[in-house]
């Protein structure tokens, strides 16, 4: 028979700590580009025109997304203030409505002593010769 015997825990072992290489994420771009050999004699004159360019059209996108930004502020705004004048609009326009039927006119002439005839309107006819007879 086998003899039963006492184990000992193991303790457990730390994962090695990891240091930091570079730290900077520019270091971690120099490590990978490699501009030093690039730059190892200072900045070229060739690359000059290339990097105007690019510092140009960055400063140009920001300015144009600046712009955007402004004319879509502006257009919200002036959207805001066509939906307030359309709704004045409609009720002015329902108000003058109102007020123009023939009661409500009649009903507002009537303390000035005006009141709606009662004999339907009859038209006039000028015969040619009773014209020229006036004339």
Known sequence: MAV????QEKKPVAPPKKTKKGGSFFKFI??????GIIFENGLPVKYIPYILFTAAMGIFYIGNIHYADKT???LDK???EVDDLRAEFITLRASFEYEGKQSEVARKVAPMGLSE???P?????VRKKEEEENE
């Open 78 to 80: 002036l959207k805001l």
């Open 30 to 35: 120099e490590s990978y580009v490699k501009l």
């Open 4 to 7: 039963n015997t006492f184990k």
């Open 117 to 119: 005839s009662s004999e």
């Open 72 to 74: 879509v502020r502006a």
């Open 121 to 125: 309107p009859y038209k006039i006819i």
